[in-house]
């Protein structure tokens, strides 16, 4: 017999209702207004999202990541698993909730990822953590840019998402990287104008969907070009 979901904790944000469900030890949900944005069982193409985006980093010194979007900490568990101990890891994360989770009810899915001594959270929009790099000295720049949030680029939907995928977020995100930097973009499907926005920034894009039959898409979008530096 199938056990029933329990609701773990719950708040009201801007968007409805966020939830924490549990069944059983390690099946979670997290779900807003009623919809499923996360279930702990599929979280093969956010492992490879950041397995991807930090394969050059492991033997790089301090590198530099930031991880737009918590969630259940699948994906910064990756990007700590696959970089070194000098590494600094900023998550960037809307609501303070999420991260109390993952570090309680959740906590055990990744071994703890929140509280490692690597990992850095702030709580703000994605959005504004790149812009603010952009703009400061090259010392504050990202060797990779992961964002791996519930809604990503999407082909049927041109003007979702447009502060992260648009032209101009694009170009925002070339410039908080460093000299071939990483841009590391999860999304629900392939959306070819968003590739090509990638390529007309001079990117290098690397497109898969990880797992066996994937249904999710990983970009992986590296810096190039005559002003790579």
Request: proline fraction near 4%; charged fraction near 25%.
């Amino acid at each position: 017999m199938v056990r029933p979901w329990r609701i773990v904790d719950s708040i009201h944000t801007h968007e409805g209702l966020l939830e924490l469900r549990q069944r059983g030890e390690t099946d979670f949900l997290i779900t807003i207004a009623g919809r499923v944005l996360m279930n702990a069982s599929g979280n093969v193409s956010e492992i490879v999202l950041a397995q991807l985006a930090c394969a050059s980093l492991k033997n790089k010194k301090k590198p530099r990541v930031l991880v737009g979007g918590l969630g259940m900490g699948f994906t910064l568990r990756s990007a700590l698993d696959h970089l070194p101990a000098d590494a600094e890891v900023v998550v960037a994360e809307l609501n303070p909730i999420t991260v109390k989770w993952c570090q309680g009810p959740m906590a055990h899915l990744t071994a703890g990822a929140v509280d490692d001594p690597r990992v850095q959270i702030v709580i703000d929009d994605v959005a504004a953590v790149i812009r603010s790099a952009a703009t400061k000295d090259k010392k504050n720049h990202f060797d990779a840019i992961i964002l791996d949030l519930y809604e990503g680029p999407y082909e049927r939907d041109p003007g979702r998402g447009e502060h992260l995928y648009g032209h101009a977020a694009i170009e925002l995100s070339r410039c908080a990287l460093k000299a071939e930097g990483v841009f590391a973009v999860w999304s629900e499907d392939q959306d070819k104008a968003f590739e090509k926005r990638l390529k007309a920034a001079t990117f290098a894009v690397n497109r898969q969907r990880p797992g066996r039959g994937g249904r999710h898409v990983v970009y992986i979008a590296r810096k190039t070009g005559p002003n790579a530096k």
